[in-house]
């Protein structure tokens, strides 16, 4: 399994963990879905930044990173290759 895909694995399974009941693809807007609030938007955040060893710098912070398990998953791999 590629790197891209065990990671986008493992973001999809700690939302679905939270919201058992959603279906959710990986080019899904959970923001637009409704499933995202201030507090679970600060835990995935920290969730990425344990489970993939990176941090997450201020540019990145933003809606438009988070929105779906693609652009997360982008983001991991951009962060990785930079550490």
């Known amino acids: 399994m590629s790197e891209s895909i065990q990671t986008k694995k493992q973001i999809s ?3 679905h963990g939270r ?3 959603a279906e959710i693809t990986d080019s899904d807007d959970i923001f ?3 499933f995202v609030n ?3 938007a600060m835990e995935l955040v920290m969730f ?4 993939f060893s990176i941090t997450v710098p201020n540019d990145e912070l933003k809606i438009d990173s988070f ?3 693609e652009l997360m998953a982008d ?6 290759v930079l550490a």
């Open 19 to 21: 919201f058992p009941q």
């Open 48 to 51: 990425i930044e344990k489970t």
């Open 38 to 40: 201030s507090l679970f």
């Open 67 to 69: 929105r779906t398990v």
């Open 32 to 34: 637009a879905l409704g």
């Open 75 to 80: 983001l991991v791999g951009r962060q990785k």
């Open 13 to 15: 399974e700690f939302i």
